[in-house]
């Protein structure tokens, strides 16, 4: 299921090239202020060094207890989920970062203040690092991984990183396409990562 949501993520992100620019200039026209200050207070829930920070943390503590106070199954299962984390955004990061490299995309911030709009290869920068969203990648990771230590609340984890992933697009910090692209990376790498190296993680579905 997993594989083929990536594969669709994929041509929906290649689909939303021909809509990106009208995209950001109608969520910048269209949505309140209201709404824009809210969508803010939650999108960085995505953010990479958020998790990151979260998993360390957990790894830390659950070895610790396992080690010197309980080798309780809990414990263990969180110290595994921990570091499946840790390894599903570390190979997912790295063919994100590979692809901003060398593909250089603009920000929608360039497109509705200067008109400014493309890839320029081989330029990575703050300013040319849009495509595809890190936050969409990572929230996805988080779902992926969960999912599969707690599979009964599969539906709540993926509805949160859609929603968060997409508050990228709407506050403008990507284009919509990044967002699917972010997505598609995400779903990808992650079930590949957990089959060959957790697959005790794992769920028939993936």
């Known amino acids: 299921m997993l594989l083929w949501a990536g594969i669709l993520s994929f041509l929906i992100g290649i689909a939303l090239f021909a809509v990106d620019r009208r995209a950001a200039h109608f969520f910048h026209d269209r949505i309140p202020a209201r709404w824009f200050r809210r969508i803010r207070r939650t999108t960085d829930l995505a953010k990479g060094s958020r998790w990151l920070t979260i998993s360390l943390i957990a790894i830390a503590l659950s070895w610790f207890a396992v080690r010197f106070v309980s080798d309780d199954a ?48 081989f330029h990575y920068s703050p300013q040319y690092d849009s495509f595809p969203s890190g936050h969409a990648l990572t929230i996805v990771c988080v779902a ?37 692209f972010g997505i598609a990376i995400g779903l990808l790498t992650c079930r590949e990562t957990l089959l060959f190296l957790f697959p005790d993680l794992t769920q028939p579905w993936f």
């Open 144 to 180: 992926v991984v969960l999912s599969g230590a707690l599979p009964s609340l599969a539906p709540l984890w993926f509805a949160a990183a859609l929603y968060l992933s997409l508050t990228r697009a709407l506050l403008n910090s990507h284009y919509l396409s990044d967002v699917f």
């Open 74 to 121: 809990l414990i263990a299962r969180i110290y595994r989920t921990s570091l499946a984390f840790l390894a599903c955004l570390a190979v997912a990061s790295a063919v994100l970062h590979a692809i901003k490299i060398v593909l250089g995309r603009r920000r929608p911030r360039d497109e509705l203040e200067h008109g400014l709009y493309g890839f320029r290869l």
